[in-house]
């Protein structure tokens, strides 16, 4: 079954595994381009007194600035691309849907890294800061993945080892609770709530999609259709 990420768009599991490469080439190079470019930029802008309302003293403000800015949402491009009449490229339309998946959640745990070596008082960064600064990056990206799937088997662990399959409507709310426990344990460890749900959610629409009852797969599938950002439940 294809996973919902936003309403009236869905997102074929096989297209995207098997552009996994490609994507996360797209959305993490990309996005780490975008910022550098768009936040040194506006730092030299800044510099040179074009510009207010950015320090020119401290680049880190202007890189917060950049990771903002590199999170792009494609819905217009996403639905012309989408329509039949023009018979688009299926494997394009996977590579922009996939990227711009991904694109969101990189920005945010760029953001969140900048923002922990952001310090006002002392604007000045070293050559040791850098290196740091993209160990931080990778290990808040590893983590927010290593949650998402840890809690997604822990979630089919559940759903295969337990009579729950027998009350339908509590095992479709403990699907949606099991969610969003999963987004509140990785904001509360600082790390990217949206990359752990993304993965939490491809795990539970790869495996747990299997083991509902019929009766709480087809309510789920309403569910996940209807709301916006309970993207990565299973339909």
Known sequence: PPIIFEAGYSLEKKAFFQNIGTITLYALVGTIVSTLVVGFLT??????????????????EALLFGSLIAAVDPVATLSIMNNPELNCNRLLYSLVFGESVLNDAIAIVLFKTFR?????????????????????????AVSSILVGVIL??????????TSIGKFANLESTLLFLFCYLCYAMAESFGLSGIMSLFFNGVVLSHYTSYNLSERSRHATEQV????????????
């Open 224 to 235: 996940s259709g209807r709301w916006l950002w309970i993207d990565f439940v299973i339909t």
């Open 116 to 140: 922990e070596y952001y310090d006002p008082d002392s604007p000045d960064i070293t050559g040791y800061d850098i290196p740091k600064i993209f160990v931080s990056f990778f290990s808040m």
């Open 43 to 60: 730092f030299y802008f800044a510099q040179k007194g074009w510009i207010t309302g950015i320090s020119s003293t401290n680049p880190m």
């Open 152 to 161: 997604g088997l822990c979630t089919l662990f559940i759903y295969n080892h």
